[in-house]
């Protein structure tokens, strides 16, 4: 891999945070993400799935990590299986960890091949009562395509059906969603070299040039700077193409008098950033763009200060939509009338403000987390309002990655420029 792996005492800790959680006599089983093919004999770049990440650092396909923490047995409470490479994998694939490469990752002393994994968990399974197993249950999931926990859970409860069966989801949403230093470290690599991009792009955006071009200059400093690339698909959107809260197409040439939204975040050990800034194509504000992009920026800092511990995110939600209809009255886009009629459901402040205003994030762009729980330290969150305009023919979002905390919050993102000033002699320069 690229980056600079995390020490295997974050793992460690991880796993004993796991076990904490489940049920005396219990065995918990997760599973590596398949390598997805694209056509004919492609496949796409492997990612590793993210629970087995968070417990063990193993960033290769076909691995299985086994917790047993009460087997009488002790070297079968801790057990990673890996693929077994050999002279052929090593031509065609390149380098497979070794069993001492995988103990130092993951601080898991017993490793061993795939091919004794049966054996192992027949043995495990006849001194264990609970079976915890893996699903994602992610809140937005749209699952289509079965994967290896999911055939896994078909053919383990079709050889063991008498177990009692749990689910490990919940607990690692909880445990994700509060992040340790070593994350928090490894998140603020990935937005210091999105912060590269954008300065990169800053004096590169000109009347002329296409969005694509943006894209690949974004591109070329993160690959530079040892990440994969993008965090998720880049939103590059010139002029009324940031109403388009998902435009990806990045086809078209930004004009003179147009402002440029720019949603990009670097990947970096897997961790995401998510930014993002909106800039004038030709290095200055208009009046009007101006008072808009003011706008969301007051309404930005003023819902950082608000992600507190023991706020919950149904409630900050409410809260930030009324500080975005008062700055919507300001800017004349809504009135009074509109609040008195609107539906409780839908307020007026939707019409220009549609989506929410804050994720978890993490090894997700959108990370695993208790949403409807109270929030607490050590969670990380974007904070990404917007005012979108289609009959002017423009849309401004505002986003940073900042770290709740105590008191207060830090922000990853603090030392990318946002302030409009600051982008206007940026661009200029």
């Known amino acids: 891999m690229k980056y600079t792996p995390l020490p295997k005492e974050l793992y460690q800790r991880n796993r004993k945070k ?10 918990g089983i997760l599973n590596s993400n398949d390598i997805m093919p694209t056509n004919a004999d492609g496949t796409m770049r492997f990612r590793q799935n993210n629970d087995l990440f968070y ?20 070297a079968m409470r801790e057990v990673l299986f890996l693929r077994e490479t050999n002279e052929h994998i090593a031509v065609w694939e390149g380098h497979k960890y070794t069993k001492e490469e ?42 289509h395509v079965e994967t290896r926990d999911a055939r896994f859970i078909k053919t383990c409860k079709e050889k063991y059906p008498l177990h009692e069966y749990e689910r490990i989801a919940p607990i690692m ?27 990169r792009i800053l004096s590169f955006v000109k009347p002329g040039v296409t969005e694509y071009e943006i894209e690949a200059e974004f591109l070329h400093e993160f690959v530079r700077n040892r990440s994969k690339g993008f965090a998720y698909e880049p939103i590059i959107a010139s002029g009324a193409s940031a109403c388009v809260l998902h435009y990806i197409e990045n086809k078209k040439a930004c004009l003179d008098g147009e402002l440029l939204l720019l949603d990009v975040g670097a990947e970096y050990g897997n961790y995401n950033a998510d930014m993002t ?18 706008a969301v920026l007051r309404v930005k800092n003023q819902a950082s200060a608000m992600l507190t511990p023991g706020v ?9 939509g009324l500080i975005m209809q008062s700055e919507l009255v300001g800017l004349g886009l809504i009135d009074q009338t509109d609040i008195k009629n609107q539906n409780p459901n839908w307020p007026a402040y939707k019409k220009y403000f549609m989506h929410g205003t804050s994720h978890h994030l993490g090894l997700d762009v959108h990370d695993v987390g208790t949403m409807h729980f109270p929030i607490k330290a ?49 661009m200029n320069s």
């Open 18 to 27: 796991l076990i904490s959680k489940l049920k005396s006599n219990s065995v």
């Open 55 to 74: 417990l063990c650092g193993i960033d290769q396909e076909e691995t299985i990590l086994l917790l047993a923490p009460d087997c009488p047995v002790p």
């Open 102 to 143: 995988a103990e130092a990752t993951s601080g898991i002393q017993n490793i061993k091949w795939l091919a004794d994994f049966d054996l192992v968990f027949n043995t495990v399974m006849s001194l264990s009562k609970n079976i915890y197993l893996n699903t994602n249950e992610h809140l937005r999931a749209g699952v």
């Open 173 to 199: 949403h909880e445990l994700r969603g509060v992040k340790e230093q070593e994350e928090i470290d490894q998140l603020q690599i990935a937005c210091d070299i999105t912060e590269k991009g954008f300065r």
């Open 277 to 294: 800034r909106t800039i004038p194509v030709n290095g200055r504000f208009n009046p009007r763009q101006r008072a808009v992009y003011d």
């Open 312 to 320: 919950t995110i149904q409630d900050y939600h409410k809260e930030v």
């Open 378 to 426: 050590g969670m990380v969150f974007t904070v990404e309002p917007g005012i979108y305009i289609p009959a002017e023919g423009f849309g401004v979002r505002l986003e940073n990655d900042i770290v709740v905390q105590e008191n207060g919050y830090l922000d990853l993102m603090g030392n990318i420029p946002v302030e409009a000033e600051e982008i206007e002699t940026l």
